[in-house]
């Protein structure tokens, strides 16, 4: 199997120099999920944020290649780089509430990556826009078209919002934390239909999350973060029964449990973070930082 | 009510209906105001000066609102001062937020050293004293209808680009303009077609709450005698003339004053209710 992202020593820095990604790689497969996973502020949304292009202008790439569908991002010009991922990845962001334009149907938001990315007739681009809200379950697809997103609630916005990423047929898919601004009972079908999604379209899944038990039920490997730095590439099972580096397992024994509802919530301890933090300013070291 | 879609659509509020429906009789007013007003707003008759208007006891058939101390019909020059106060408010309004709102929506789109630049050049102009800023510049350009859109234009753009520039900033941090990106779409395209529809309810209400500041300076510029020409009639020309003899005759000035501040509320409700109706939240 050949990865279709490939991201290798990656770094990203705030332009005063602070780092904020510190020699990332990793590689999603087509058809595979990958996660992406750690603590707020590990730098997972921002690997995200890289591959599309969409970092905060503060920050910047300072070097590292990252690999799409066999093309090397960082080699393009702008216009055929924004070009490139528009055709070949998409995004479910975090917050369906802000990801919808407040001033346009849903109809021609949805239609219009057909449209400019594929080429396609608006026609058919509304016939299929109406067959991917289907395939979403949104009940009456032609209503919804002609809707405005605050006519909708946060669980509809997000079912859109993952039929109007799998429009274009892109072959990678970051999904930013797509589930923690909803309801936790509506956060299980959004993660059920994002898997079964995945699996129809065949698409490679990049998928960012602070949530394990969310990793352990839709991702095939996974990636820990700590301080913008990959502590451990693992596959699910594995990671699950052996994880190899302290701070992993100390990040799986303070996940609570259904078993024991009463038991207190155990905190990584100090020792597993130093030696963790140690770790990183080594890596800072070896990179002349 | 419902629309086709089943759309709960409101019907036009009372706000709407008095302000629009005020400016529409002005604007009508001003287009034939050569075909309605029933007197030449130039003639003098000193043989009329300061008679009353024709509920008054000693008012003269004809002149409705009275004239002034030359004698001039006030009814007809407030018809025709309402030309030019309509000219100033649709043209220097509109320069002013075309100029003001496109400055606004780069700096707060793009940020980085378009923002720095503009953001400056707003600070900078803040700093002077609007008014006398107007006085300045009419001074400089001298008198006349150009000059006082140029003032008006010069002086108000920074309302506009303050304003639009926020909201530009906080649409802009929003994920659909995020995911227009990741579509392939351009950061100019972007703009216009994610941030201008959003900012469009501000930049209409900014508009026309500046057609009636644009009323206003020119009222003020013509009070302190530096509109165009003396002799056309201008609503603030006729309120600084009846200033000076409004215990002999109070309707030389109070009538032009309800004329004016009647134009001006109207722009800003105007703007206040075309904002809900722009709205699709609250449409």
Known sequence: ?289 | MRDARGDVTRPIGLRLWLSGGWLALLLLAALSAPLIAPKDPLVQDLFLGRMPPFWMAGAEPGYLLGTDSLGRDVLSRILYGARLALIVAFVAGSLTCLVGATLGLIAGYYRGWPDRIISRFVDIWMAFPPVLFAILLIAVLGPGLISIIIAIVVIDWTRFARVIRAEAMSQGAMDYVASAQVAGRTRFGTMLTEILPNVLPTIVALLTLEMGIAVIVEAILSFVNLSISTDSPTWGGMIAEGRTSVHQAWWVLVFPLITLFLTVLSFSQLGEGLKDHFDPVLR
């Not at chain 1, 770094?11 to 999920?33: E, F, Y």
């Not at chain 1, 730098?43 to 070097?63: E, N, Y």
């Not at chain 1, 239609?111 to 080429?119: A, E």
């Not at chain 1, 799986?252 to 905190?267: C, H, I, K, V």
Request: charged share 20%.
């Open chain 1, 1 to 289: 199997m050949t990865s279709f992202l490939q991201i290798k020593n990656l770094n990203v820095r705030l332009k005063a120099g602070i780092p904020i990604l510190r020699s990332v790689s990793l590689n999603v497969t087509a058809g595979q999920v990958h996660g992406l996973v750690g603590e707020s502020g590990a730098g997972k949304s921002m690997i995200g944020k890289a591959v599309l292009g969409t970092l905060p202008r503060a920050l910047q790439v300072t070097s590292g290649e990252i690999w799409l569908d066999g093309v090397n991002l960082n080699t393009l010009p702008a216009a055929q780089r924004r070009k490139v991922i528009g055709a070949k990845a998409a995004l479910i962001p975090q917050d369906p509430l802000t990801a919808l334009n407040p001033s346009k149907r849903i109809g021609p938001q949805i239609t219009r990556r057909l449209v400019d990315i594929l080429g396609w007739q608006k026609s058919a681009a509304e016939a299929r826009a109406i067959e991917l809200l289907g395939e979403v379950h949104i009940p009456d697809p032609k209503r919804v078209m002609q809707s405005y997103p605050h006519e909708l609630s946060g669980g509809m916005r997000q079912r859109i919002l993952i039929a109007s990423a799998f429009a274009a047929e892109p072959k990678l898919i970051i999904a930013d934390e797509p589930t923690t601004a909803l309801d936790v009972t509506v956060q299980k079908q959004i993660l059920r239909l994002i898997a079964e999604m995945q699996q129809r379209h065949n698409t490679a899944l990049l998928f960012v999350t602070h949530d394990l038990g969310v990793v352990s039920k839709t991702c095939d490997t996974l990636s820990v973060l700590y301080a913008g730095k990959v502590i451990e590439d693992a596959r699910m099972r594995r990671f699950f029964t052996r994880p190899i580096h302290p701070y992993s397992a100390a990040l799986l024994a303070a996940t609570p449990t259904y078993t024991d509802p009463t038991g207190s919530l155990t905190p990584v301890s100090q020792a597993v973070i130093d030696a963790t933090e140690q770790e990183v300013r080594e890596h800072d070291m070896r990179a002349g930082l």
